[in-house]
């Protein structure tokens, strides 16, 4: 039986770095199925991502252990990772198109990643998470429970073995705190017009200015709020006769797009970060 690993790696370009993960992968028995890798010459960087099988009864904790010495000699930061799906908390507050989006793609097969549990502020979305089988945490958030509530969420994270973090329209915003316990783990979605529209009812808005495009944003979340580095984006072209109603389903269908490609990705472990940016091998 063959074992499925893949690893992705980043560090300094130089010569002999492929040869050296080819070499490390026929002498441990893989076989290559996939490899991508991006050279960025701005940065002096590569990126690289190897998809491949074992025949060797091993795991990828003594696969990453036998791959450090390949990795110290070329500084590299690397991640190897079994064929095991990630576990997904979503969370959500009143707006249900993404979760939906995610719950049909999970059960669908084509989500590649597992929802383990859904946690909002509010109860609205309940009978969707519970009719899918997930199990729904209500935590309230206000000014002073908010501290609380995070912890909660933390905890909740742990507790169901949560490898990411989905906002799928959550309408909070999360901490520095959370944002660091979260790193590298937490994605979010959000709309985003040319131009930018902030605060209440951005679907007026637009349609006050007359876009032409609507579109969404799926990024990694960090403390700079909706500034996180982007791992996808879905523009529609829209026209003058889409009213601020048909410009908010046009949205949500851009939002639930750019969010299932981003889980995918990055549950496929075909995005790296790159400073402020991704690389994303799709």
């Known amino acids: 039986m063959s074992h499925p690993f893949t690893l992705t790696l980043s560090c300094q370009e130089r010569p002999g770095i492929v040869h050296a993960v080819s070499s490390f992968l026929f002498e441990h028995g893989c076989d290559i199925v996939e490899h991508q890798q991006f050279d960025d010459a701005v940065r002096g960087q590569l ?37 095991q799906p990630p576990r997904v908390v979503v969370m959500v507050s009143k707006l249900g ?68 973090v989905v906002l799928a329209r959550y309408m909070q915003v999360l901490s520095d ?25 951005p679907y007026h808005q637009a349609f006050d200015r007359g876009v032409k495009l609507v579109g969404a944003t799926a990024h990694y979340v960090t403390p700079d709020l909706d500034e996180g580095p982007i791992i996808e984006q879905e523009v529609i072209r829209i026209d003058h006769t889409f009213d601020p109603r048909a410009l908010a389903t046009v949205g949500q269908d851009a939002e639930a797009l750019a969010l299932s490609r981003a889980v995918r990705w990055h549950s496929e472990r075909r995005v790296l970060l790159n400073g402020h940016s991704t690389v994303v091998f799709r």
Not at 188 to 193: K, L
Request: glycine content about 8%; hydrophobic content about 45%; overall charge negative.
């Open 177 to 201: 705190e959370a944002c660091a316990a979260l790193h590298g783990r937490a994605i979010n979605i959000h709309h985003s017009f040319l131009p930018g529209f902030k605060g209440a009812k």
């Open 97 to 164: 198109h993404c979760l939906n989006d995610l719950i049909f793609r999970w059960r669908a097969g084509s989500l590649g990643a597992e929802l383990v549990a859904v946690v909002s502020n509010h109860e609205d979305l309940r009978p969707m998470a519970e009719a899918a089988g997930l199990p729904f945490h209500h935590l309230p958030v206000t000014p002073a429970t908010k501290r609380r509530a995070e912890e909660r969420l933390l905890e909740l994270v742990d507790e169901h073995r949560g490898d990411l």
């Open 47 to 83: 990126f690289l991502r190897t998809a491949f099988v074992c025949s060797q009864d091993t795991d990828a904790d003594h696969l990453s252990t036998e791959f450090r010495a390949v990795a110290d000699a070329f500084g590299m930061a690397y991640q190897m990772t079994g064929g």
